[in-house]
């Protein structure tokens, strides 16, 4: 049986894991239990990221939506990586027949060298295997290694429409659109791409459907474009502080900053568009000088007075990725206890949805003790 706990009792579930609690935030957050688990590129702490097998983890673990991030082929097919550069995810530095595709770009102002998506066709990609970002941090997903294709946004689309959450609801897509000014100058119409999925999918025009971006215009012409779609929303990301701009902005030589977007008016802005927000885990409930859990931050209150949804990005399972009080063990271990203890201090801020590499633990914390 779950239970669905009131906020009272997450307090004291927070309590008992040893988190101190702060203040009731000033706008009026929704229950604990109603917060949306995102499966940040599937379970990408226990299978390859991005891979189909990644997304069946991530569902039979309890996530509500499933994440694919979305970049496009030489011949035009939105596939699921992180990053158009497949060098760190996948075994192509294995294939001498690609050695040659090895190149050196500059995305979004970063110089990058190895292979990209963009400069493969569908059929090309399909010989490649998938593996884990993070090696050994990771061993369990390691174990997979050479084992998953490259998922096309179609196949991600058949897997969810062929399933169910754990709650029996149809599974969400939470797609975030990549670069696409960047993709733009290649003559990629990313928007484009993706409303012409949506329409042409039934299940896409019905299910839950949460469409992200870190840039502006995009997400507006979304916006115009998608109108009238009840299913579907949008979700507005906030870089971390060390990338000022959006890539539109810059391209645009406006100068507006991600600083600026989370400001009281900057939020009001996001909400005339967007009925979501993303924002970085710190930029809610910062962290000390020594890594331990700070004060929270007046995003959280400002977003929900906006009229937004705000959600945070990304809980990892690792103590690495962990507030320093959170954590126990070597740098590298998994302690998903440290995770549930992270997930429970936002869940008692009042988020909305939250993406985490392990959905399991995520929806562990969400439900509270069974």
Known sequence: MVFHLSRRALVAFGAGLGIVMSAPAAASP???????????????????????????KAIADGADFIEPDLVPTKDGVL???????????????DHP??????????????????WFTEDFTLAELKTLRAKERLGALRPESMSHDGQFEI?????????AERSRTTKGKPVGLIPEIKRSTY?????????AKLIAAIKASAYLRSAPLIVQSFEIAGLKRLHRELAGMANVALMQLIQSPDV?????VVKARGKLTFEDMLSPKGL????????????????????????????????????HRAGLKV?????????????ANFRYGEPGARYPQGMLSDVTKFLIAGIDGLFADDPGVARQAVDGPQ
């Open 30 to 56: 929704g229950n604990p239990s109603d917060t949306l688990v995102f499966a940040h590129r599937g379970a990408s702490a226990l299978r390859p990221e991005e891979t189909l097998a990644a997304y069946e």
């Open 79 to 93: 596939v699921a990586r992180h990053e158009s550069n497949i060098a760190e995810t996948t075994n192509v530095a």
């Open 97 to 114: 027949e690609f050695a040659a595709r090895r190149s050196v770009k500059v995305v979004d102002g970063v110089r990058q060298e190895g």
């Open 151 to 159: 998922a096309t946004l179609g196949e991600i689309v058949a897997l």
């Open 183 to 191: 993709f733009a100058g290649l003559g990629f119409d990313m928007e």
């Open 244 to 248: 000022p701009q959006p890539a539109d």
């Open 268 to 303: 009001a802005e996001i909400a005339t568009y967007a009925q979501w927000v993303g924002v970085p885990l710190r930029q809610v409930i910062t962290l000390d000088a020594e890594e331990r859990v700070g004060p929270r931050t007046a995003v959280l209150a400002d977003g």
């Open 311 to 323: 959600a945070v990005f990304t809980f990892r399972p690792e103590n690495k990725f962990m507030p």
